[in-house]
């Protein structure tokens, strides 16, 4: 990823972050199965553990935030990379779930399984 790219992606999940909302759940619900393949599937486990944050009502909203606004990058067909680029087309999104995952490292680590 270019770094142009990198700071394109930064920008517009910092954006879905800010914006996270009830309605980005369903987006999110609607298309998240369909996003297991490629460099996604080999880090499902952390997707699924920031699914798993969102669902839980007793998680601090401002982690549910960085979560949604992880996974709504995820399932967006707009992106820094368009995700039907060959190879590259989902390693902005493994860049953004990876970002996250970090940031939410302490509060995340109960979600996983």
């Known amino acids: 990823m ?25 987006k999110i619900a609607s298309k998240l ?3 297991k393949r490629g460099p996604i599937a080999e880090i499902w486990h952390w997707v699924t553990a920031l699914w798993n944050m969102i669902m839980d009502p007793s998680a601090a909203w401002t982690a549910k935030a960085l979560a ?12 820094a990379i368009p995700d039907l680029i060959p190879v590259l087309g989902l390693t902005d999104d493994v860049g953004v779930i990876t970002a996250a995952v970090g ?4 509060a995340l680590s109960k979600y996983e399984k």
Do not use: C, H, W
Not at 3 to 25: G, P, V
Not at 68 to 73: C, H, K, P, Q, T
Not at 103 to 106: K, Q
């Open 2 to 26: 270019t770094e142009d790219e990198r700071k394109k992606s930064e920008q517009m999940f910092n954006e879905f972050s800010q914006n996270a909302s009830s309605e980005d759940i369903q």
């Open 33 to 35: 199965d369909d996003m």
């Open 68 to 79: 949604i606004g992880a996974l709504v990058y995820l399932v967006s067909p707009i992106d």
């Open 103 to 106: 940031a939410l490292a302490d």
